[in-house]
């Protein structure tokens, strides 16, 4: 067992300390935010994820997780620091640290005795170094440390199981105290035959970067293959499940959509893009990527129009789905704004349901119409729009929609509604890439 201290209770944050506790650690998750650290002593998770809440709970009861806005105490208190703060995206495009150097200079005023420093964020390749000149600067009496790099790779939605059930665990380090210290931490899951990858700092940094990017890549490949099919007679569908049956390519990432979205994706692959610009490897296959997915959001608005031909304007339109995915209440870059605001810019009025998301979507639009029941929002809707492949829309009762609904328009961005029983009820509809019945 060792003593853990997570500085930052973001998505990363909270899962990383739930899983490392249920690991049998002792882990503080500490936060400058005391209302925040108040809210979830009380029993309020701050973010939607499956699994989440339960393990959170069970941890607390049994004296292995703990929530403090004492950054101080909880540094000198563990023999492990991970930083999980956020590293959003500047107007520049490249990530910005100033959380990360924030903790880091905590750390740097607190450290006694030996520890090790780990940096859970996504940051630029050569952050570790920083990072370690920092603090090695005007360096206290009796204290050491090493630093270790260990990206995460959550995927919102299913993070939990990601974390205690992962692919890979990168760990990158020079030392090799911190690796095995590292190692005994992960213990538990060498019984789940996880590979762990020892590497050096700058190449733990860059893996993360080049595996979002990558499935960044894959997605809006995908997305250009739909619209092309579209335009030739194929089906995305059949192709994509041919193609994944290669070894070589998988079919994991192969759904076609409305664009990417969430918290990490769009993020770094401009960071990505302004770091390879920094040291003059221009990769013209990430600008291509990002240009694709704004350019594939921006094909879902022109969808819409090309389906409802007597125009927006006035119409009431139901979208289903707010998050940017499915068993998440995450809406950042979500594909929903994009449409939400075309809608609304055309003078169209917008009915919405989200089964987690509503509540963070009201934030951006207070003064479009929010349900708590999906046929409630369908309600005299003129046009019905498909943006979340949440499982409750793949076994939507159409028969009742086409009752309750005035038009007969339907988008489906995620390719999940039932394209036989669409024709058969006599809806007009439109999806991404799919031969229409």
């Known amino acids: 067992m060792k003593n853990i201290t997570i500085i930052g209770t973001g998505y990363v944050g909270l899962v990383t300390g739930a899983g490392l506790s249920e690991f049998g650690n002792k882990v503080i998750c500490a936060d400058i935010n005391n209302d925040k650290i108040l809210n979830i002593n009380a029993g309020n998770i701050p973010i939607y994820e499956p699994g989440l809440e339960e393990i959170v709970k069970r941890n607390v009861q049994n004296n292995r997780l703990f929530f403090s806005s004492n950054i101080a105490s909880s540094i000198k208190n563990s023999e492990v620091v991970v930083i999980a703060v956020g590293t959003p995206q500047s107007d520049s495009g490249k990530a910005d640290m100033q959380y990360i150097y924030s903790v880091v200079n905590a750390i740097k005023e607190n450290l006694n005795g030996y520890k090790v420093i780990c940096t859970k964020s996504t940051v630029p390749i050569g952050t570790g170094k920083k990072i370690t000149d920092i603090l090695k600067n005007n360096f206290k009496e009796n204290s050491d440390f090493n630093y270790v790099s260990n990206p995460e790779f959550l995927r919102e939605g299913s993070a939990v199981k990601d974390f205690l059930w992962p692919d890979r665990i990168i760990i990158g380090t020079s030392s090799l105290i911190a690796y095995e210290m590292m ?93 390879s610009d920094e040291h003059g490897a221009q990769m013209d296959t990430l600008s291509a990527a990002i240009t694709a997915n704004k350019k594939q959001k921006k094909q879902m608005c022109n969808k819409l129009e090309k389906l409802v031909a007597t125009g927006i ?97 339907i988008l489906d961005t995620r390719n999940i509604l039932n394209m036989k029983e669409l024709s058969s009820l006599g809806f007009v509809y439109d999806n991404i890439g799919r031969l229409k019945i």
């Open 313 to 409: 304007k006035d119409k009431v339109i139901t979208v289903l789905g707010l998050s940017f995915k499915a068993n998440t209440d995450d809406i950042r870059e979500s594909p929903s704004i994009d449409i939400i605001k075309y809608i609304l810019s055309k003078g169209g009025h917008v009915r919405a349901y989200d089964p987690i998301a509503n509540d963070a979507m009201s934030v951006l639009f207070p003064n479009i119409s929010y349900f708590q029941n999906v046929y409630e929002a369908i309600d005299k809707a003129e046009a019905l729009i498909v943006m979340t492949e949440w499982n409750e829309f793949r076994s939507l009762d159409l028969e009742k929609i086409k009752n309750i609904m005035i038009g007969k328009f």
């Open 183 to 275: 190692c005994d931490i992960y213990r538990p899951l060498y019984i789940n035959k996880s590979p762990i990858n020892h590497t050096s700092v700058e190449t733990a940094e860059m893996i993360k970067y080049a595996s979002n990017s990558f499935l960044a890549l894959k997605i809006s490949y995908i997305n250009e293959i739909a619209n092309l099919c579209e335009l030739v007679g194929a089906d995305v569908h059949d192709v994509a499940s041919a193609m994944g049956k290669d070894g070589r390519i998988s079919g994991k990432f192969l759904h076609p959509g409305p664009g990417f979205g969430g918290s990490c994706f769009p993020k770094d692959l401009e960071s990505l893009s302004s770091i």
